[in-house]
């Protein structure tokens, strides 16, 4: 447990859209370290990361940034000035190169001076390896290099929070990997929110994990500790369950199998996926039984 | 090696190396350096290696740096910051596309006008002109028509400035060229002049509408208000509308100076999106 002050301290927070509730009394803090966002489609990650940027507001609840009360237009200012955003799907304009696109984002962070400026965008684009490609066109970069360039953008001027909204989708496997390696690194000394919903990007990057579903908070805790909800629930056999929560075949030919065993099971170490399954089932099964 | 022969002085070299050097004599060295090496080689011997690596990190970045397009040059030229014509220049609308579709337009809507020379004011021409700024503050920025829209509510530049600085931008453009469009038809007398306060009318009042509805609706709407509103005064024989005569000008002065107070009274509502922009209910619970 770290002793230092959270960055984000969330007390109840609850948005309604006119057709549903997007976040439901959403309570958690963030610490230095890099906290994964899981959740299904719809379950809110996005709503929530958009509150702790402080694009949207929240209908009622309490939330202090960086020590900052977002809902002033002071605390607000205060929160954007240290804040680094990439949000979902991020939009260029086609036209800019990657220089000339992290440059117009560094004048919206208020970076005047064009020496210093154009320093800071070398920097952050040497940062996610994008050294190269300064002066190519965003429209002839491909979707990870698009994405990395959105990822310089929201480093500009060493934020101390820095929030990204599903920065692996759409990412092929090397893609996934080399970007995993720069929020990793991009976590160290400040905090980093990521919503993702691949639990690969948790297993391989976060130290906490936050699962969301159908706006409500379903855990929070280390990824180790969400893998270990499963313990004991996992089985390998030649069989599927039919009684099993989820249950398919591997590589291997053999079954993996959540919940009741089959004949002849033998019990194996749950993974997060296994976890986070168990733990949205449950969710789901205790919706339809209210 | 330099073509012209000419090195820099070791004093020169001095004052370099020991970061008194200021532009454009700053800029004129480091140039001379990207092409010589004998000087660089000159340099490194004489200067801290931490000021060397500086001076070519701030030479990269220079070289590096965006080239202003015509129009930011044509910004600078005018007494711009150099980061507020960047601002401008990527505002969505300022593109040739865009400038090209208000020529057109205005040239058409002038030569129906002067093709109905019997009317006594230029229907055609009044009528569409104060649609044109409309439409381009309207596309200018908001969600789904600025891609870094997003970007820009987070950022700490305040949302309102940027939304400013692109519908003066967007203004100045329909403004000089519906100027120019209204020289093409002198035969009218000053009522040609008559789209300039509606104009400001309906872009101030979709203003002071899109926090509310966002940009493209309130446009919309104030731009079907503004066609029902001449409709409904004007005489299609004549084309006179008293929305064009002296009185109708004044009332649509005030109207624009209430609609620019009504733009102030919202301008907090601008920091952040559309729909989920206004402040939390005043019973929201205490965190333990």
């Not at chain 1, 770290?2 to 057709?19: S, W």
């Not at chain 1, 030649?238 to 075949?249: D, E, F, K």
């Amino acid at each position: 447990m770290t002793a230092t002050a959270p960055t984000v301290r969330a007390f109840e927070l609850t948005l309604r859209y006119p057709r549903r509730t997007a976040l439901d009394g959403v309570s958690f803090t963030l610490h230095d370290g890099v906290t994964g966002l899981l959740g299904p489609n719809g379950a809110g990650k996005t709503t929530l990361l958009r509150i702790v940027a402080t694009a949207i507001a929240a209908d009622s609840g309490e939330l202090t940034t960086l020590g900052h009360d977002p809902r002033t237009v002071a605390g607000r200012l205060a929160v954007r000035r240290r804040l680094g955003y990439l949000p979902q799907s991020p939009g260029f304009h086609p036209n800019f190169t990657a220089f000339e696109f992290v440059d117009y984002v560094a004048i919206l962070k208020e970076l005047v001076p064009a020496r210093r400026r154009h320093e800071e965008v070398r920097r952050v684009l040497a940062t996610v390896g994008l050294d190269g490609e300064r002066g190519v066109k965003i429209k002839a970069l491909s979707g990870g290099m698009r994405q990395r360039v959105a990822l310089a953008a929201a480093l500009l001027g060493d934020p101390d929070l820095v929030v990204l909204d599903e920065p692996t989708v759409g990412l092929d496997p090397e893609q996934r990997m080399r970007f995993r390696e720069l929020v990793a690194e991009s976590g160290e000394g400040r905090t980093v929110l990521l919503s993702t919903h691949q639990t690969e990007d948790v297993m391989t990057v976060c130290q906490r994990v936050i699962v969301l579903d159908h706006g409500r908070s379903r855990f929070q805790g280390e990824p180790t500790e969400l893998a270990a909800l499963a313990q004991g629930r996992v089985w390998t056999s030649t069989v599927r369950s039919p009684g099993a929560l989820a249950a398919w075949r591997t590589g291997n030919g053999s079954y993996r199998n959540i919940g009741e065993p089959p004949a002849d099971a033998a019990l194996i170490e749950p993974t997060i996926e296994d976890g986070y399954l168990m733990l949205i089932d449950a969710a789901g099964t205790a919706k339809e039984a209210a | 090696m330099s073509s012209t022969g000419w090195h820099v002085p070791d004093e020169d070299l001095r004052r370099y190396a020991d970061r008194e050097a200021a532009p454009p004599w700053l800029w004129s060295v480091e140039a001379h350096l990207a092409a010589c090496p004998g000087c660089r080689h000159r340099l490194a011997d004489a200067a801290d290696p931490d000021v060397v690596r500086a001076g070519w990190s701030r030479l990269d970045a220079e070289m590096d740096a965006p080239r202003p397009g015509p129009l930011e040059s044509m910004l600078a030229r005018l007494g711009v910051p150099e980061h507020t014509a960047r601002l401008l220049a990527a505002t969505p609308v300022l593109r040739w596309s865009w400038l090209a579709a208000v020529a057109v337009t205005l040239a058409f809507a002038a030569t129906a006008a002067h093709l109905a020379q019997a009317m006594a004011a230029p229907l055609p021409f009044l009528a569409v002109a104060p649609l044109l700024p409309l439409v381009g503050v309207a596309v200018s920025f908001g969600p789904g028509v600025d891609p870094t829209y997003e970007l820009a509510v987070v950022a700490p530049l305040h949302t309102f400035r940027l939304l400013l600085l692109r519908c003066a931008a967007v203004l100045g453009t329909t403004t000089a060229l519906t100027a120019a469009a209204s020289l093409a038809l002198p035969g009218y007398g000053p009522v040609v002049l008559a789209w300039l306060l509606p104009a400001l009318v309906l872009t101030l009042l979709s203003l002071a509408l899109t926090p509310r509805f966002g940009p493209v609706t309130a446009a919309v709407g104030v731009g079907v208000g503004w066609a029902a509103l001449l409709a409904s005064t004007v005489r299609f024989d004549t084309g006179e509308s008293m929305l064009f005569a002296a009185g109708g000008q004044v009332v649509l002065a005030i109207g624009a100076v209430l609609a620019a107070v009504a733009v102030v009274k919202v301008r907090p509502a601008f920091e952040t999106s559309r729909h989920r922009g206004r402040a939390p209910r005043p019973e929201t619970r205490r965190a333990p």
